[in-house]
Nanobody, 122 residues
Framework: QVQLVESGGGSVQAGGSLTLSCAASGRAFGSWTMGWFRQALGKERVFLAGITWIGGRTGYVDTVKGRFTISRDNAKNTLYLQMNSLKPEDTAVYYC???????????????WGQGTQVTVSS
């Protein structure tokens, strides 16, 4: 059973930084893709960034490219999202997710964490 547990959310002022972590367990993630998504209040959940577990190939949505960095530590089975230059519009619940293929399509992500709140004040 795949389990994903996020941590690292919190409140920060605009221009600040946060790093989210996602501890993954339950299986070997060889050819899987791990992703970060977010859902703002009243809006749909959207893809932010993805990384292949093997090879570390990454993809980002344009709104976070250059500000957010996705990475993983295979030895610790942990996924990260480094977020810099945060803006009030980045306020949302952030989720990590796992897909059993190389993909950035949210429909292919079958496993989800519980989410962690990020609040950016102006």
């Amino acid at each position: 059973q795949v389990q994903l547990v996020e941590s690292g959310g919190g409140s920060v002022q605009a221009g600040g930084s946060l790093t989210l972590s996602c501890a993954a367990s339950g299986r070997a993630f060889g050819s899987w893709t791990m992703g970060w998504f977010r859902q703002a209040l009243g809006k749909e959940r959207v893809f932010l960034a993805g990384i292949t577990w093997i090879g570390g190939r990454t993809g980002y949505v344009d709104t976070v490219k250059g500000r957010f960095t996705i990475s993983r530590d295979n030895a610790k089975n942990t996924l990260y999202l480094q977020m810099n230059s945060l803006k009030p519009e980045d306020t949302a619940v952030y989720y990590c997710a796992a897909a059993a293929r190389e993909t950035y399509n949210s429909r292919h992500f079958d496993y989800w964490g519980q989410g962690t709140q990020v609040t950016v004040s102006s």
